[in-house]
């Protein structure tokens, strides 16, 4: 039983690492499938919003006949008929329903508030949803960051101290455990954090116009003991940490550059790897008939500068725009940071020049697997609707809105386009 238990868990940890779903992720140590650590992102249009909220799932030996130990959506309180555990369940179902907790009003989430509708309710969930949302963006979000960046002596602590407030119903179950730091998702978090940036600033911002900073956060009536949620509000705080968080993560980028033609220098591996693979990208787009020009920056194997020509008939006909596309001296541990050197208003482009985009798993190693999929991103004719791909806010809002936004939109891309021929 114990052998089908670990193949079941494998498998399913493979089939969400290799998915494309932007919202979750699982990574185990040193193949210790049992103890699994999954990282969901809060859902778009709620005070969770892009927070980056990590938990530990421990599988026992009699899985997937018994839950693993997660607690509130597993069994803390008995649930209907179909919310109680089944081994058709699996790790996915586990993350999706954690997610699911993260509502747009988590007030009504509490035991006993499900449908509280009193005029005193209306202002506790909307107090409720903004100390959510203050606490989203101060540890999930800023001290995470300010933890992976070292600007902080102690980060962790207040981490350590507070997470369990901001989530209370839905810790884990188990006893903590000294364990080496185990960090699968820094540098996920640190890539997300640069699509999402504007879109943090944009909540602290409108938290600043609600709240007066230095007012204290209401205790709600099912708050007591260790169940609550002490502080007072900072958004003019939260707003200079996250410009500091992403003047460290440029600086951070650009040193990889110097890093990466002392590593050449001394041909290591990595290096010879990646001046390979710009020889064999430089072929394959001649090979195929891709007008696309690549070469590098100062002949560094670590600075891919991509000319991408716009696709005839549509809107990027005849746009000519340059993408520096940034390698790590730890590639591909450390994944390639894209940024648009021309200027273009597109709803997967930032308004920094950050594209969003996803690679497959299999094709993280492979460079040029990241430059198609950046084109990809750009050129997708019908993409569905996501809302984790909100990464130029105003872009994104025009794309999906009326009839008259997107001719706005369009008007808007084309305008770029045409700028970028000038």
């Known amino acids: 039983m114990s052998d089908l238990s670990v193949i079941r868990i494998t498998k399913e940890i493979s089939a969400i690492q290799h998915d494309t779903n932007l919202s979750l992720a699982v990574a185990c140590r040193d193949m210790d499938v049992r103890n699994v650590t999954a990282m969901i992102l809060g859902p778009p249009d709620t005070p969770y919003e892009f927070g980056f909220f990590e938990f530990t799932i421990k599988f026992g030996r009699d899985y997937p006949r018994k839950s693993p130990n997660v607690t509130s959506i597993l069994g803390t309180w008995r649930g209907e008929r179909g919310e109680e555990?089944?081994?058709?369940?699996?790790?996915?179902?586990?993350?999706?329903?954690?997610?699911?907790?993260?509502?747009?009003?988590?007030?009504?989430?509490?035991p006993g508030f499900e449908d509280a509708n009193e005029p005193n309710d209306k202002k506790n969930q909307k107090d409720y949803v903004q100390k959510i949302r203050h606490e989203t963006l101060r540890i999930t979000i800023i001290l995470r960051l300010e933890e992976f960046l070292g600007m902080r002596d102690d980060p962790m602590a207040p981490l350590r101290s507070n997470q369990c407030n901001l989530l209370e119903d839905i810790e884990l179950d188990g006893s903590e455990e000294p364990h080496v730091p185990f960090e699968p998702f820094k540098d996920l978090c640190k890539r997300r954090f640069l699509w999402y940036y504007d879109s943090y600033l944009a909540a602290a911002t409108k938290g600043k116009e609600e709240v007066v900073d230095g007012q204290q956060f209401a205790r709600m009536p099912f708050e007591g003991g260790g169940n609550s949620m002490e502080g007072r509000f900072c958004y003019g705080e939260l707003i200079t940490r996250l410009q500091a968080i992403k003047a460290a993560l440029d600086t951070e980028t650009a040193q990889w550059a110097t890093e990466g033609a002392a590593a050449a220098a001394?041909?290591?591996?990595?290096?010879?790897?990646?001046?390979?693979?710009?020889?064999?990208?430089?072929?394959?787009?001649?090979?195929?008939?891709?007008?696309?020009?690549?070469?590098?920056?100062n002949n560094n194997p670590f600075v891919w500068v991509v000319t991408y020509f716009g696709k005839p008939m549509t809107n990027l006909d005849g746009g000519l725009f340059r993408f520096r596309l940034m390698m790590s001296p730890r590639f591909p541990e450390e994944q390639p940071r894209a940024r648009f050197e021309t200027a273009i208003f597109h709803h997967r482009i930032s308004p920094d020049g950050t594209p969003c985009y996803g690679v497959k798993v299999r094709k993280r190693e492979d460079v040029r697997s990241h430059i198609e999929a950046?084109?990809?991103?750009?050129?997708?004719?019908?993409?569905?609707?996501?809302?984790?791909?909100?990464?130029?806010?105003?872009?994104?809002k025009l794309?999906?809105?009326?009839?008259?936004?997107r001719k706005l939109y369009n008007r808007k891309l084309r305008r770029s386009v045409q700028r970028s021929m000038e």
């Open 85 to 110: 555990w089944s081994a058709a369940q699996g790790l996915e179902s586990i993350m999706l329903s954690i997610q699911s907790l993260m509502s747009s009003n988590p007030y009504e989430n509490e």
């Open 266 to 297: 001394r041909e290591a591996t990595v290096a010879v790897n990646l001046a390979r693979q710009f020889e064999q990208s430089v072929e394959a787009f001649k090979s195929d008939g891709t007008p696309h020009n690549i070469e590098l920056e």
């Open 374 to 396: 950046i084109i990809d991103a750009l050129e997708e004719e019908t993409p569905p609707y996501d809302p984790r791909t909100i990464v130029h806010p105003v872009a994104h």
């Open 399 to 405: 794309y999906w809105g009326s009839p008259d936004d």
